[in-house]
Each structure stands twice: as C-alpha cells, then as structure tokens.
C-alpha cells in the first residue's frame, strides 16, 4: 500500500512540475536569449544534460538529501525549458531565412543536421554544393540547372526565350537513388529508346517482371493470395494477366480480372494488352467502365474500374466466373478498392482454388501482407536510374506560370528527353497547355519544337493514345497529366518531372455532411512517386516547385486513405444489399470514422432506405441496382410516389455528367453565357437541366444544335447512355415509367422529399444550410445566382480552394476559401 501512495505522490508531483513548466515556458521565450542561457546556450544545455545524467546515475532517489532532490528537478526543468526554447528558436530561425536550403552554411562543409535525411532512399550529393558554390561566384545564377549547358551557349539562347526576373532558381538538394547507377548504361538505353527499334515482343522481353516470370507462376501456384511489389513501368499490369492467360488459368472460359482505379488506366492498359496479344479490343481481352462495357463471351482478361467490381459482387457474390483476382493499384486505397479488399478476403475463403493478387507500387506493401493474413510478398526488383531533385530557392506564388516557365527553362537548356508536368485537374491542365502554345507561337523557330499533350480522365480516347506515341526527332514531349500519372499509365522516355506539388483530394466533414474537393498539398510518398517518373529510362531530373523546407515541414507523409475522407452513403447500401448488415464490424483494413458511418446510416434512415433495424426497405431492394450507378442517389428513391419517373431519370441521369454540360469557349464567353440564359425555366437548375435534355431529344439529338448552345455534346449522349441503362433497370425491376408532362410541381416534390436534408434558407446574414447553420453561397453557375430565393435545395456542397497569386505569407501560399452551391438549386419548397 505504501508503495501505492508513494507512486501516487510522485504522480503527483509530475504533474505539477509540468503544470509549472508550462507556465513558464511562454514567459522565458518573451525573454531574450541572452538573458536566459547567453551565447553558449549549446554547450550550457549539454552540461546541464550531463549532470543530470550524472546525478541521477550515481544517486538513487533515497540517497539523495531534500534540497539536492528539489536542486536536480530544477535542474530538469531548466533543462527542458532550454530544450524547448532551443526547439523554438530553430524553427523560427528556419522559418526566417533558413527555409530555402542553406544560405548561410553554404560554403562550408558540414551538411546542417535537418537536411541529413529529407527522406528515405534520398540522400545529399556531396559535390552539389561545391558546384552551387562556385557557380554562384561565376555569376552563372540565373540558371540553377544546366548551368553548363547554359554556359557553353553563351546563354544567349536562353535570353530569348526568358526575361530575367522571370527565371526560376532552383537549387539541387538531393539525388533519389537508383538501383542502375552506370552512366553508359544509361546513355546506351537512351538511344535505344530514340531509335524505337524495338518490336512489341522485344519491348515485353526488356520488362524488369519477365526474368522473374517463372518464379512468380511458381508463387501463385503456391499461395493462395500474393502481394506483388515493383516498380511503376515494371510490367505488373500489363505482363501478368497475360502471364496467367499462357499459364492456362483461362481455360473453360474461366476470366482474369484485373481492377484499376481509374477509368483511364482501365481503357488504355486493356487496349495495350490487345495490341500486345495481336486481339481485338473487346474480344480476348476487354475492359468495364461505368457506362461502358467494351467485352465479350470471349473476353478472359478483363479490366475494369474497381467500382466495376464491386457492382458485379451484386450479381455473382462468389465471382464464380473469375480465376484471378488482381487488385492492381492498391497503394491507392481507393474507396472502392478498400471495400474490395474486405469482400475478397472473405471470398477468398470459401473459394479456396479462386487467386488473389494485390499488386502495388513500392510503397508500403507490409500493410498489405499483414491485412491478408500475413500473404507473402513478391518483390520484383525494380530498374531506375538515379533522380536529381531540385526543389525552387523561394516559393512559387503561382504554380502554373512556374509549370509554364519551367517546361521553357528545360527545354532551351537541357539535352533530350521529354518532360511530365503534373497539375491537379482538367481546368489546370488545359490553361497550362493553352499558355505553353501561346509561347512557343511566340517564340515560333527561335526554340526546338514541343509536342503538348494533355491527359486526364475526361479526354476523349484518341486524344489520350497520343501520348504513348514516340516522340519524332529533334521534337520534345510535354506530358501536362493529372495524377494518373504517378503510377497507373507509364509514359516511356520521361526524363524530366516538374512537381508543383499538389493534387485534387476529397475531404468529407461528418459534422456538417459537406464533401469538398480541394487542391492541397501531395503527400511526400506521392511527390516521391512522381519524382520516380524521371528515372524510368535513364537517369533523371524533376523539379520541385517548391522548397526544400516545404516537403520537409509541410507535406504529410502518406495519403490519406479515401474511406478516412468521404461520404459513405453508397458503400453502406452497397454492404448492405451485399447482405453484410454489421457494418461496424467489418472487415476494412482502416476502418472509417465512427461519425461518417453513423452520419451515413442516419441519412439513410431518414430517407426510408433503412428501417429502424437498420436493415434495406423494401424502397431500396427495388432500387439497389440504382444505387451503385448513381453517385448521388436519394432523387430516385420517391419518382414513384409522385408519378413523374420519366423526369427524374432524365435529372438523375443529367446530374451525373453534370459538371461538364455548358462549356464557355474563351473567344466566345458572352455568347456561351447568352445562350445559357436562354435554358432558364422557373424552378431552378434541376429544371434547367431537364429543359436543355428535352429540347435536345426535340432536336433528334442534334450536333449542330450543341453547337450553336456551347453544350457538350457528349455528355449529353453519355447522359442519354445513363438514361437508358436506368431506364432497363426500371423496366427489369418492375417499375412504370410515368410522365407528369408539364406539371413541374411533382418533380420539385419529388426531389425535395429525397434531398430535405439539404436545405438552406435565406438570412440577414446570407444563406444558412438548415441543418448546421452553416453558411453557404451559391454558384455563380447556378440559375438561381441572382435571383437569390429565400430556400433553396441544393444537390451538393462543394467547397473549394482557390491558390491565391502573389499573396506572400511566410510560405508565400495564401488559400481563399469559397463554400458555394454547386449544381442544381430548386425552390418554392411549400413548407
Ligand atoms: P506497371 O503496371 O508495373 O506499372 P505496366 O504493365 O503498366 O507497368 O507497363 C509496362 C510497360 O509497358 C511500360 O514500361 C511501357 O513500356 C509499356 N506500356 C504500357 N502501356 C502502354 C501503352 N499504352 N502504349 C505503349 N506502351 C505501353
Ligand atoms: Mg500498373
């Protein structure tokens, strides 16, 4: 007992001692340096450390008297306090002028601690800064990279093409090593890679996967369920299915499937396994995409977007048809692949002769070994060259004119090799090859000729082959792609990245049920992988747009799993219609948030999709197809009630492609938004939408028509394709198709009892979402902007982040935030 209280004692104490500490910790870092450990503040530290450390080695706490106890803890205290004040200092000493790699310590040796390590696998090229060094004195500053290129032309060049000030600076940090170092070994791949003389079987052969293919039937033979780990470019895609298929893991019709998270990736690896096996797309192997199925009976290598996947668990729970499952892409951890991962491990269980492959990139497969009961890992060894990484001297206020200038400094100033810029989205992407054109007309024959190509999701397929083409001599490539890049398409002959460092994340606040898209930082894991897409050929360079300090300090070090960040409104119904009614229990390699979960199942309820048991309403088994084609679903639900489902499947329908209706051509914005205007029926955007589909269908789905109203053509069609598959299901699960003709008052009932929950009302003080009294704006998109009713329903919260331009806080990156009502508003509720 006593022991008990004397532990208790010191508890207690413990705790005061901290509470005093931290009392006084504000207090001393008011006080100068000086006056609290002077000049020597380093070496006073290390004294006063090591007679703690004395102290307390050769006393034990009874022999020591009461006042040399109280002197000791003072003495820790001090200790701390000066530990923590030293803490303080550094940052804000780095945070001063430190934070752009070494200025002051340049010119001596010794690499400052911090920068010993910026990350696993990199590390400091000791001659970089001797190099920096003495061209700084030569005056070569003005081009950080290349400098000798530079030189050797007189930088005459380059004047033409760059004003002064304009010119980013970069300085060289550290080398991300390769697992090929030899320079000739390099060279002699380059031109290789130049002639292209290389047949699509040799190509096959080169892949870093073929030595070990053998091996790696060998494994799966073996284990049930493999991880596969390599490099991106290594062939795990592409070679592996192809691999099983010679293997006879196809016969009797059996199928390979093979999931992505992207509808991209999907399309163009399937397309390139085609051509690889000399087959028609769609026939031996194929590929399904939401809203597009393009295989056949014959098709035995498929695939498929794992949202694909997941629907098909509705319609054969044990994926019977299937001989191997591969979840390629895995490090993603797509919402959708999470949830795979719980199912198929449970499948896998009661399919024993069924193979699971989890292919990933070089990140972090342990979690993935360690989720599948402990599945062994096939590593394969990877091939890349070493990558010089720069990162700017200063941070770039504006990071699409720093891509633009970039691209030029590269390219008038390096030797061969084509260029992947990476940008968040289609918006981004587009202004950035728009501004790349414009210079090089500008700069017409004064610069070598440059090939821009965009790639991401919604670029039209032809558009999107074009970037697998060979470069033509004498030419450079631009690659200007979203982060479908990083890993799932390999773009052969990348040498140089630029890095601004972000992309495009999905954030879900439980709270509020707001879902947001914003443009944040990349995790450092992603910038790494980015950088990784330099060295694939030979040995690489990318660019960081930003410090050195910022990867250090801001960037987090991995992403954020999906299912940690969205709204889990869909995955639940889909569990649920799955029959896995306890949700809370199962099986995801990160569980979700408790709230998300709760929020979701009580969204659901009140819906009447979920009884109070918490199990599907009759409503829902009926719709459950419904859901998993829907990204936002609740509108069907109550069609029938109000007898106007013919309407409602033609909002549904509109609403999935709606973001990319109207289109406002540069030259022509006051024509576009003119003819805009003429869309607008009472009722709100719903209506709107509604109003542009009719008219279309009136016009017996005129181009011209699209035309002459900037509207998409096809998204129209892709909406039509919507409609008609919603429409089969509606047929297929019994449910009359009914038009309430030109009454709107059904719809608008119909789609406020299905959206109630978001619904926002007008106050002094703006819009106020009811449920949170959150304010919100709307779009100025919307049909309702100016007209500003006094409740509005909207169909989604969007909350977006804007980089602000040449607003320099001390990390020179301002965010203005804007929360806006994206999308279709209604109004004249009757309450
Ligand atoms: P991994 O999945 O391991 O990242 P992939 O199987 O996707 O690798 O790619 C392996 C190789 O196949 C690439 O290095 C590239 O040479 C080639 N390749 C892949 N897709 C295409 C394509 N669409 N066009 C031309 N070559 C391609
Ligand atoms: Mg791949």
């Excluded at 690659?479 to 890095?499: F, M, Q």
């Excluded at 489902?645 to 576009?672: C, G, W």
Aim: glycine share 4%; proline share 4%; net charge neutral.
């Amino acid at each position: 007992r006593s022991d008990k209280k004397a532990y208790e004692e010191a508890q207690k104490r413990l705790k005061m001692a901290e509470e005093d500490r931290k009392k006084m910790v504000p207090e001393l870092r008011k006080k100068s340096r000086r006056e609290y450990l002077g000049k020597r503040e380093k070496e006073k530290l290390e004294d006063l450390e090591a007679e703690i450390a004395d102290e307390e080695y050769f006393f034990t706490e009874s022999e020591l008297t009461k006042i040399e106890k109280k002197d000791l803890e003072y003495k820790k205290k001090v200790r701390d306090l000066a530990k923590e004040y030293k803490n303080a200092g550094e940052k804000e000493r780095m945070e001063k002028h430190d934070r752009y790699f070494m200025p002051e310590e340049t010119r001596s040796k010794k690499i400052p601690d911090r920068y010993e390590e910026p990350v696993t696998e990199e590390r400091f090229a000791p001659r970089e800064e001797q190099r920096r060094w003495e061209e700084e004195h030569i005056g070569a500053a003005a081009l950080k990279f290349g400098a000798k290129d530079a030189h050797a032309r007189g930088q005459k060049e380059y004047d033409y093409v760059m004003e002064e000030d304009e010119v980013i600076q970069f300085v060289s940090a550290t080398q991300m090593k390769g697992t090929v170092e030899k320079e000739d070994e390099n060279d002699k791949l380059l031109s290789e890679l130049e002639k292209k003389k290389l047949s699509i079987q040799e190509v096959r052969r080169s892949l870093p996967v073929f030595p070990y293919r053998s091996d790696l039937l060998q494994a799966i033979a073996e284990h049930q369920i493999l991880i596969i780990e390599g490099e991106t470019g290594s062939g795990k895609t592409t070679q592996i299915p192809q691999y099983l298929h010679e293997e006879g893991y196809t016969v009797k019709g059996m199928k390979i499937g093979c999931t992505q998270p992207r509808r991209v990736a999907a399309m163009s690896v399937a397309s390139r396994v085609a051509q690889e096996m000399s087959v028609k797309l769609g026939n031996e192997v194929g590929y399904s995409i939401r809203f597009e199925d393009c295989t056949s009976e014959r098709t035995v290598l498929k695939y498929m977007t794992d949202g694909m996947l997941l629907r098909e668990f509705l319609t054969e729970p044990d994926l019977a048809s299937y001989s191997v499952i591969i979840i390629d892409e895995a490090h993603e951890r797509t919402l959708h692949t999470d949830v795979l991962f719980g199912l198929i491990k449970d499948i896998a269980r009661f399919r024993p002769d069924l193979k699971v492959l989890v292919s990933s990139a070089t990140l972090n497969t342990e979690r993935f070994s360690s989720f599948f009961d402990d599945a062994p890992i096939f590593r394969i060894p990877g091939r890349r060259y070493p990558v010089d990484i720069y990162y700017t001297k200063a941070p770039e206020a504006d990071y699409l004119e720093a891509c633009v200038v970039s691209v030029l400094q590269i390219h008038v100033t390096q030797p061969t090799g084509d260029i992947l810029v990476f940008l968040t989205g289609q918006e981004e992407i587009e202004a950035c090859c728009e501004m790349l054109q414009e210079r090089c007309r500008r700069l017409g024959s004064k610069i070598a000729e440059m090939l821009i190509l965009p790639i991401y999701a919604n670029l039209p397929s032809d558009m999107q082959a074009k970037i697998f083409e060979p470069t033509p001599p004498g030419a450079r490539k631009v690659i200007v792609a979203t982060n479908i890049a990083e890993t799932s398409l390999t773009i052969d002959g990348i040498i140089y990245v630029i890095d601004p460092g972000f992309c495009k994340q999905k954030s879900y606040n439980a709270r509020t049920g707001m879902e947001s898209l914003i443009v944040t930082p990349c995790s450092k894991a992603s910038a790494n992988q980015r950088a990784g897409r330099a060295g694939r050929v030979a040995a690489g360079k990318c660019f960081r747009l930003y410090t050195a300090w910022a990867y250090k300090n801001e960037m987090e070090d991995t992403t954020v799993p999906e299912i940690q960040r969205t709204n889990l409104g869909n995955v639940v119904l889909l569990l649920k219609s799955l029959g896995i009614n306890d949700l809370i229990h199962f099986d995801f390699m990160d569980p979700p948030p408790h709230e998300t979960l709760v929020l979701a199942l009580e969204q659901l309820y009140a819906l009447g999709a979920l009884n109070h048991l918490g199990e599907l309403t009759k409503v829902i088994l009926v719709a459950r197809v419904m859901v998993v084609y829907l990204t936002n679903t609740s509108s069907c639900f109550f069609f029938k009630r109000y007898g106007c489902s013919e309407q409602i499947l033609t909002i549904a329908a509109m609403l999935s492609v709606n973001n990319a209706i109207f289109y406002r051509p540069k030259d022509k914005l006051v024509h576009a938004d003119t003819a805009r205007v003429n869309f607008t029926v009472p009722g709100g955007d719903h209506m709107v939408l509604l109003n542009v589909y009719t008219q279309w269908v009136e016009t017996g789905h005129s181009l011209q028509w699209c035309y002459e109203n900037f509207i998409q053509a096809r998204s129209l069609r892709r909406a039509r394709d919507v409609r008609e598959q919603l429409e089969g299901l509606m047929t297929r699960i019994e449910i009359e198709l009914k038009s309430c003709e030109d009454d709107t008052v059904p719809i608008r009932k119909a789609i406020t009892a299905g959206y109630f929950y978001h619904t926002s009302r007008l106050t002094r003080s703006g819009y106020k979402t009811v449920k949170q009294q959150q304010s919100v704006f709307i779009h100025p998109n919307s049909s309702l902007h100016e007209d500003q009713p006094r409740w509005v329903i909207y169909h989604e919260l969007v909350f977006t982040t804007k980089e602000f331009m040449r607003q320099v806080r001390s990390d020179g990156r301002e965010y203005i935030q804007y929360i806006s009502i994206m999308g279709p508003v209604i109004i004249h509720i009757q309450l």
